[in-house]
């Protein structure tokens, strides 16, 4: 089991930023990706950002595009941490982020097998 923890969600003005950590436990040599999902009320959950490492040191991040430009995520392998810094932020950003792990083959899209447990985001305009 991977056991992930988010931190650093809260309420912020639009055009502000927060930075989203998680922070994984357990057996994540299991996982190769760790990414960030987001649900607003009455909404579907989407995927916001993921990154995943691979062989010679490949490292691979993609985004949804409402959050190109202003977001970024990132990794610190040595803590077992990965980040969401959100810039800019809008209105539209407000959800409840979730941290999740999973493996990447580059051959479909990611899966991810473990969640954090949510932390919100509320963005007012």
């Known amino acids: 089991q991977v056991q992930l923890v988010e931190s650093g969600g809260g309420s912020v003005q639009a055009g502000g930023s927060l930075r989203l950590s998680c922070v994984a436990s357990?057996?994540?040599?299991?996982?190769?990706?760790m990414g960030w999902f987001r649900q607003a009320p009455g909404k579907e959950r989407e995927r916001v950002a993921y990154?995943?490492?691979?062989?010679?040191?490949?490292?691979?991040?993609k985004y949804t595009d409402s959050v190109k430009g202003r977001f970024t995520i990132s990794q610190d392998n040595a803590a077992n941490t990965v980040y969401l810094q959100m810039n800019n932020l809008k209105s539209d950003d407000t959800a409840i982020y979730y941290c999740?792990?999973?493996?990447?083959?580059?051959?479909?899209?990611?899966?991810?097998?473990?969640w954090g447990q949510g932390t919100q985001v509320t963005v007012s305009s």
């Open positions: 357990g057996h994540i040599a299991r996982t190769n990706c």
């Open positions: 999740a792990a999973g493996v990447d083959t580059l051959t479909t899209t990611p899966r991810f097998d473990y």
């Open positions: 990154i995943s490492r691979h062989s010679f040191g490949q490292v691979l991040t």
